[in-house]
């Protein structure tokens, strides 16, 4: 579902944001969300959302099963705002889908945000990542309390790559969702051309993050 200003100028509170959901952390906590949430619930499609090349391949079911060794296209990156949503630049092209995760748990993901194609050294991580987490827990990683061992690792693994997972963005760990701190220097490290995204962290009230998406075990 394409999403622009005219769509989200209705919902905006008088802080100027528009609430995707209640200000509570994590997948199991979101309780509140108004009506324009509700309808994109109901309209997102997936490969409809964004282009298929982008996404249709990593929420194939089985997809890790069928993938060849060279094989990258099972992450998916995008800019995003899970929470609260600030006016969005209109360089881009802003989507709202619903992506399951958290493994056996079937937990919905509701965000706003933009693809962006990572480099290739940091899509090879992430696929790494992913693969490594499908079935993780036993299918039941649902956050980063679940399994602290995965957590960790997850947490060593991206800071060697110089990318960081604050609180906000730890809030919405689970499997088949990967966050990063969506800092300019992360920018930067995960993507080629994002001059035009730098400032969107400075806002303390409507932080994006940067999420890397695959398929979830169930």
Same mark, same amino acid.
């Given at each position: 579902?394409?999403?622009?200003?005219?769509?989200?100028?209705?919902?905006?509170?008088?802080?100027g944001l528009c609430h995707l959901r209640a200000d509570m952390p994590g997948p199991m906590l979101y309780t509140d969300y108004p009506a324009f949430a509700a309808r994109t619930k109901q309209q997102a499609d997936m490969p409809r959302v964004v282009p298929q090349s982008a996404l249709k391949p990593a929420f194939?079911?089985?997809?890790?099963?069928?993938?060849?060794d060279d094989d990258a296209m099972d992450v998916v990156?995008?800019?995003?705002?899970?929470?609260?949503? #600030?006016?969005?630049?209109?360089?881009?092209?802003w989507v709202a889908l619903e992506h399951q995760c958290s493994g056996y748990l079937c937990h919905q993901l509701t965000l706003i945000g933009t693809v962006i194609e990572p480099k290739p050294a940091i899509k090879t991580a992430f696929r790494d990542i992913a693969r490594a987490n499908f079935f993780?827990?036993?299918?039941?990683?649902?956050?980063?309390?679940?399994?602290?061992?995965?957590?960790?690792?997850?947490?060593?693994?991206?800071q060697g790559l110089g990318l960081s997972c604050g609180p906000e963005a730890m809030n919405e760990l689970c499997e088949?969702?990967?966050?990063?701190?969506?800092? #300019?220097?992360?920018?930067r490290i995960c993507f080629d051309d994002v001059s035009d995204l730098l400032y969107l962290p400075q806002d303390e009230r409507a932080k994006p993050l940067i999420l890397f998406l695959s398929s979830n075990s169930d």
């Open positions: 579902m394409i999403i622009d200003e005219t769509a989200l100028a209705a919902y905006r509170d008088v802080d194939t079911h089985d997809h890790f099963s069928q993938l060849s990156a995008l800019v995003a705002f899970t929470t609260r949503i #600030p006016h969005l630049p209109i360089t881009r092209a993780a827990f036993g299918g039941y990683f649902d956050g980063p309390d679940s399994d602290p061992e995965t957590t960790a690792q997850y947490v060593k693994t991206i088949s969702v990967y966050p990063v701190d969506a800092t #300019p220097e992360a920018l």
